[in-house]
């Protein structure tokens, strides 16, 4: 059973900084993708970064230079480090895992992130 707890989320100012957490319960952390979502209210939600066993990173436009993507295999955890946050980066966002072996995906229940102007 995988089970994803987000923390981090809080109301800041534009121009701030945030640090998103997802921690993983299981053994199965490193055969996996993790990856960070966003949804805004009215808006489909949509993908933020990805993070590959290997390290290998991937970022959506709109947060590439801001935002950086990491793990820690040893504490089952995934991490989003949010800088120079801007109004449209609010939403709740949400902690995804894929499984290679088995194709799955397990989610987070959502954490949320309020960027004011």
């Known amino acids: 059973q995988v089970h994803l707890v987000e923390s981090g989320g809080d109301l800041v100012q534009s121009g701030g900084s945030l640090r998103l957490s997802c921690a993983a319960s299981?053994?199965?952390?490193?055969?996996?993708?993790m990856a960070w979502y966003r949804q805004a209210p009215g808006k489909e939600r949509e993908l933020v970064a990805r993070?590959?066993?290997?390290?290998?990173?991937n970022y959506a436009d709109s947060v590439k230079g801001r935002f950086t993507i990491s793990r820690d295999n040893g504490r089952n955890t995934a991490y989003l480090q949010m800088n120079s946050l801007k109004p449209e980066d609010t939403g709740v966002y949400y902690c995804?895992?894929?499984?290679?072996?088995?194709?799955?995906?397990?989610w987070g229940q959502g954490t949320q992130v309020t960027v004011s102007s």
């Open positions: 995804n895992l894929h499984r290679y072996f088995s194709g799955s995906d397990h």
């Open positions: 299981g053994s199965f952390f490193s055969a996996s993708d």
């Open positions: 993070i590959a066993e290997d390290g290998n990173t």
